[in-house]
């Protein structure tokens, strides 16, 4: 005998037992309606390499200089109130992973947690996160490459880039996987030479010495200034939640998902006050970088010449291109198509984007889309000067919108639907996840609040259009099968 379902078409389980009953785990998307197409190859550590990767241990070398001026200083304070706004969001993302098992991200949990409208609203939204984030990476890493080699174009290592990560890709997620664990071990070997090399500097009387002043500083210290400059800072924790696209290549638990979002999370963000608390001691005019910024993006790299020399300076540099313009680029190109994949699975973007490669199993379509779009972008934001800056307000505002929404599908699938009665997972950390992220948001650039605001209305405007077409957001569900 079949069981109730809820209107999300997952099964109905007790309350608050988390929305996923052993059955809806063991039979993964097949019971939601849809057809297993993509490859079960991923466990536990390749899903937390995977998030590990797309974060970027090493990814305050490329906005530190941004971070550091719109935080007074007080960059390692950033970093710190930014992991814990996101541990809030990771908690949410867990919950809903593990209610509804399948790729999709937020566009899922919001559809399915909520309404369908609303889901793909939220794709839409996370949309501006993921389409970008590529062409903003190729960027960051085409400007580094051109900082050691003038020679190059930053347009023609943005080319070099996109071709290598769009062949890996290609060639599957299993292939992918191995190669993104290389580079992870290797950024990681950078960041612990330019510590090492950072505090025997401090301690040998370079810089400013030790103090408090990178998480807190009486002098330039304010909630609008901290939140402003965490609006930049949670570019470098995007990553964490492109773990959940890859939920129909997990071959464990869908718990895994979960466990592997906050672990990849914690190491991270812990990793990331650490590295700018040091690199903020080194740099060598601060209230200069605080008044006329970091236009050259160079910022990390002085700090790491003035504790090791020209050596020291040119490997963070070129770790910051590989790590940016490969490793990181190569996972978010993997993430962006699988999103598009599920949206177009569901009728909300053209079909041709849903067609799986017959051998490789991957969305082969959206791929090559996601690289074509990765390399306009990159292109012309290499002729802006503010094009890194305008990226980056981007990127995050689309991410921040779409947190807001998960959050939301919480309380509504969990509290409202299931009539949970875990009020901590399912009514605490949402709420206050929502709200530190609607405070990060308020105080982001305007720039990026209106250009932000612009993308939601097109998604409105294209929402509109769908259901006036007749092409309602479906969510399939076990019977329709």
Known sequence: MSQPRTTTGAPAGPPGDGGATPATVASGVESFGYKQELKRTLGFGDLLVYGLVFMVPIAPFGIFG??????GGMVALAYAIGMLAMAFTAASYSQMSRAFPMAGSVYTYAGRGIARP???LAGWMVLLDYLLIPGL???????AMTSILPGIPVWAWIVGFVLLNTVVNYFGIEFTARVTKVVLVAELIVLAIFLVVGIAALAGGEGGGWDLSPIYNSDTFSLELVFGAVSIAVLSFLGFDAISTLAEENRDSVRSLGKSMIAALVLAGTLFIVQTWVAALLVPEPDTLITEGDAAGTAFYDAAGVAGGEWLATLTAVATAIAWGFANSLV????TSRLLFAMARDRQLPGFLATVHPVRRVPVNATFLVAAISLALGYY??????????LSTLVNFGALSAFLLLHVSVVVHYIGRLRSRNWWLHLVVPVVGFAILAYVVYN???????????????GLVLLTFLLATGRRPELRTEEKL
Request: hydrophobic share 60%.
């Open 444 to 458: 982001a650039q305007v720039a990026a609040q209106e250009l932000g605001f612009v993308w939601f209305a097109v």
């Open 66 to 71: 941004g971070v550091f001026q719109a935080s």
């Open 332 to 335: 978010a190109q993997a993430a």
């Open 137 to 143: 990476l190729y960027l960051i890493s085409g400007f």
């Open 381 to 390: 934001m290499s002729t802006r000067d503010d094009g890194i800056t305008l």
């Open 118 to 120: 609303v889901g793909f």
